[in-house]
């Protein structure tokens, strides 16, 4: 019983319940560091390791910390493994962490890691917790390598870098669509992403908030 819940919490941010297409949160990442596929998973891989040790040692402390000052509290264990995080990849990564720029440091107000420490992990043990964390960070993960993949493939025939499409400045067919690789693209895809799922699972759908006038008069 306990594997199975375990199981839940950790596959249902992947689709059923996106943070990023259900809840829409932290799409400011998802649509600034989609531009290409390495870039995409970089983020991914620094956000969902910080949510999943945030969630473990918020949990951890949870019963030790003041209502008054848990946000604060929240917030500097994020901003100090999201430093350590940015560190890394400043001495190893350092030209994808000059193209992430600041949004790695941005990882500290990412709604979707204070929403999941302050709505899971400060009531739950430690290792569930970490589940959910992981669970949706891995969710996280598909949508921005989805956009990343899709944006690196249409805007420049490659991904991680390698020719996949031939291009047709070097004898082959494919002619690159540079609007991919702009900003509004990835809001675009996000849009087509979430209205796809929406659409095969409609209950994720909002409840209308009225009904057309016309709309009314047809069902009375």
């Known amino acids: 019983m306990a594997r199975t819940s375990s199981w839940t919490t950790l596959t249902e941010p992947l689709i059923r319940q996106n943070p990023v297409i259900l809840q ?14 390495a870039t995409a998973l970089t983020m991914s891989v620094a956000l969902t390791v910080v949510l999943t ?5 918020v949990s951890t402390i ?4 003041p209502d008054t ?11 100090s493994l999201v430093i350590v995080i940015d560190q890394v990849l400043q001495a190893y990564f350092a030209e994808i962490s000059r193209a992430l ?12 890691v204070l929403g999941r420490t302050e709505a899971y992990a400060r009531r739950h043990p430690p290792l569930p917790a970490m589940i959910d ?14 956009i990343g993949g899709l944006r690196e493939l249409l805007g420049k025939g490659e991904l991680f870098g390698a020719t996949v499409l031939p291009l047709a400045s070097e004898g082959g067919w ?3 669509l540079s609007l991919m690789l702009l900003a509004p693209s990835a809001f675009f895809l996000l849009g087509l992403l979430v209205w796809t799922v929406r659409s095969v699972l409609p209950e994720q759908a909002e409840a ?3 009904t057309p006038p016309g709309r009314a008069e047809v069902t009375e």
Do not use: K, M
């Open 133 to 146: 964390a992981f669970g949706n960070g891995l969710g996280y993960s598909l949508v921005l390598l989805v």
């Open 174 to 176: 494919f002619t690159p």
């Open 24 to 37: 829409i949160l932290g799409i400011c990442s998802a649509l600034a560091v989609t531009t290409t596929l």
């Open 53 to 57: 040790l945030a969630a473990g040692i």
């Open 69 to 79: 000052i848990r946000l604060i509290v929240q917030i500097v264990i994020v901003a």
């Open 101 to 112: 720029s600041v949004y790695v440091g941005l990882i500290t107000t990412n709604c979707l």
């Open 208 to 210: 209308p908030e009225h």
């Open 62 to 65: 949870r019963r030790h910390i």
